[in-house]
Protein backbone atom coordinates (compact mmCIF):
# COMPACT_ATOMS: atom_id res chain seq x y z
CA UNK A 1 0.00 0.00 0.00
CA UNK A 2 1.47 3.07 -1.02
CA UNK A 3 1.07 6.27 1.16
CA UNK A 4 -0.99 8.75 0.38
CA UNK A 5 -0.07 12.77 1.00
CA UNK A 6 -2.02 16.25 1.18
CA UNK A 7 -0.84 19.74 1.21
CA UNK A 8 -2.19 22.21 3.66
CA UNK A 9 -1.02 25.66 4.07
CA UNK A 10 -1.16 27.92 6.84
CA UNK A 11 -2.45 31.21 6.49
CA UNK A 12 -1.15 33.29 9.34
CA UNK A 13 2.35 32.07 8.26
CA UNK A 14 2.09 33.04 4.65
CA UNK A 15 2.81 36.27 3.11
CA UNK A 16 2.06 35.54 -0.52
CA UNK A 17 5.27 35.41 -2.09
CA UNK A 18 3.93 32.65 -4.49
CA UNK A 19 6.71 30.22 -4.70
CA UNK A 20 4.43 26.98 -3.90
CA UNK A 21 2.80 27.88 -7.51
CA UNK A 22 5.62 28.02 -9.27
CA UNK A 23 7.07 25.12 -7.93
CA UNK A 24 3.86 23.09 -8.16
CA UNK A 25 1.27 24.55 -10.82
CA UNK A 26 -0.59 21.52 -11.06
CA UNK A 27 -1.95 21.89 -7.09
CA UNK A 28 -1.75 25.38 -6.08
CA UNK A 29 -2.85 28.21 -8.06
CA UNK A 30 -2.63 31.87 -6.61
CA UNK A 31 -6.16 34.19 -5.75
CA UNK A 32 -6.23 37.94 -6.77
CA UNK A 33 -4.07 39.26 -3.92
CA UNK A 34 -1.39 36.40 -4.43
CA UNK A 35 -2.06 33.90 -1.80
CA UNK A 36 -2.38 30.33 -2.75
CA UNK A 37 -5.13 28.08 -3.21
CA UNK A 38 -4.53 24.57 -2.84
CA UNK A 39 -6.45 21.98 -4.60
CA UNK A 40 -8.21 19.98 -1.87
CA UNK A 41 -7.60 15.62 -1.97
CA UNK A 42 -4.35 13.55 -2.04
CA UNK A 43 -1.61 14.33 -4.32
CA UNK A 44 -1.24 11.40 -6.98
CA UNK A 45 2.00 9.69 -6.14
CA UNK A 46 3.71 11.07 -9.37
CA UNK A 47 3.18 14.94 -7.23
CA UNK A 48 4.86 13.63 -3.83
CA UNK A 49 8.36 14.62 -4.75
CA UNK A 50 7.44 17.91 -6.61
CA UNK A 51 5.23 18.85 -3.48
CA UNK A 52 8.43 17.87 -1.10
CA UNK A 53 10.02 20.44 -3.56
CA UNK A 54 7.84 23.50 -2.92
CA UNK A 55 7.55 22.72 0.67
CA UNK A 56 11.14 23.56 1.12
CA UNK A 57 11.03 26.26 -1.00
CA UNK A 58 8.33 28.05 0.75
CA UNK A 59 10.13 30.97 2.31
CA UNK A 60 7.83 31.43 4.91
CA UNK A 61 7.33 27.42 6.14
CA UNK A 62 3.99 28.08 5.46
CA UNK A 63 2.96 25.38 3.00
CA UNK A 64 3.23 21.34 4.99
CA UNK A 65 3.44 18.07 3.57
CA UNK A 66 1.18 16.01 5.63
CA UNK A 67 0.12 11.86 5.40
CA UNK A 68 -3.69 11.20 4.88
CA UNK A 69 -3.84 7.51 5.79
CA UNK A 70 -4.36 5.94 8.67
Do not use: K, N, Q
Not at 40 to 47: A, E, F, K, T, V
Request: overall charge negative.
Amino acid sequence: MSRRYRLIIDPIACDGHGVCAELLPERVTLDPWGFPAVEPGDLPPGLVSHAERAVVGCPRLALHLVRSDP
